[in-house]
């Protein structure tokens, strides 16, 4: 990764990427804006997407996530969270194509760039998931859990030549989406006490927790960690719950 702002790549490289974002098809019927987030709506199915409507817009506010999951099931689509023969093939395809097959169009697209100038570092987000996991989330699970053997993968394809591949595995962090998740139940602030005191280290993830370890890993004092899924979960994967 560059070291400083005089070789950083070209700012060109991330105005080709807008673009390449805004020329994505988007074979939907329609998009209504909710907040900070765009919600796309398909052709003749009942299965919505988000998304933020250009690269480098604000982050969404709780209450942005909350609204668009309330339209959500007005629209009839059901939660993600279930068995798998009660997944259906679309609500598969939802999770599998967000997490997975967005972290490898996030690196198809940025490879050619790194191995042009012959370094670079990719950090993907996994999840606790990969390795532990509980009832009726298998499409996250395997979602995160690909991730983690796709980080691994590339690490051995790019790592001679001078791009490495590592993986984030946060735990539960205070973000916009924990927040508008935890604020479905009916004493919401309750709720957020009870997730703090079940983590072992006593509290929530910060933002800035994930993120320090994420500009750790893209600098040169990582430079001998390649393939590895670095685990920032505050000490969830090492308890053993019944």
């Known amino acids: 990764m560059p070291n400083s702002d005089s070789d950083a790549p070209d700012s060109d490289v991330f105005v080709r990427l807008e673009r390449f974002y805004d020329a994505l098809p988007r074979p939907y019927a329609r998009a209504e804006e909710i907040g900070g987030l765009v919600l796309f709506v398909r052709e003749g199915e009942g299965w919505p997407y988000y998304a933020r409507p250009r690269i480098g817009a604000p982050t969404p506010s709780a209450a942005d996530i909350t609204a668009v999951r309330r339209r959500q099931r007005e629209l009839?689509?059901?939660?993600?969270?279930?068995?798998?023969?009660?997944?259906?093939?679309?609500?598969?395809?939802?999770?599998?194509?967000?997490?997975?097959?967005?972290?490898?169009?996030?690196?198809?697209?940025?490879?050619?760039?790194?191995?042009?100038?012959?370094?670079?570092?990719?950090?993907?987000?996994?999840?606790?998931?990969?390795?532990?996991?509980?009832?009726?989330?298998?499409?996250?699970?395997?979602?995160?859990?690909?991730?983690?053997?796709?980080?691994?993968?590339?690490?051995?394809?790019?790592?001679?030549?001078?791009?490495?591949?590592?993986?984030?595995?946060?735990?539960?962090?205070?973000?916009p989406m924990l927040r508008a998740d935890i604020q479905q139940g009916a004493d919401w602030e309750a709720n957020l006490h009870g997730w703090e005191r079940n983590q072992p280290i006593g509290r929530l993830g910060q933002p800035a927790d994930i993120a320090k370890v994420i500009v750790w890993l893209a600098s040169d004092d990582a430079a001998f960690v390649l393939g590895a899924p670095i685990i920032a979960d505050g000490g969830l994967l090492a308890q053993l719950l019944p």
């Open 76 to 175: 009839g689509v059901p939660e993600a969270f279930e068995w798998v023969h009660e997944t259906s093939p679309d609500e598969w395809a939802c999770v599998i194509g967000v997490n997975l097959t967005g972290t490898f169009l996030c690196a198809h697209y940025a490879l050619p760039q790194m191995l042009a100038q012959g370094r670079g570092a990719i950090i993907n987000l996994a999840s606790p998931h990969a390795f532990q996991t509980g009832k009726h989330i298998a499409a996250y699970a395997a979602s995160k859990g690909g991730i983690v053997a796709l980080t691994r993968q590339m690490a051995l394809d790019y790592g001679r030549l001078g791009v490495r591949v590592n993986c984030v595995v946060p735990g539960a962090v205070d973000t």
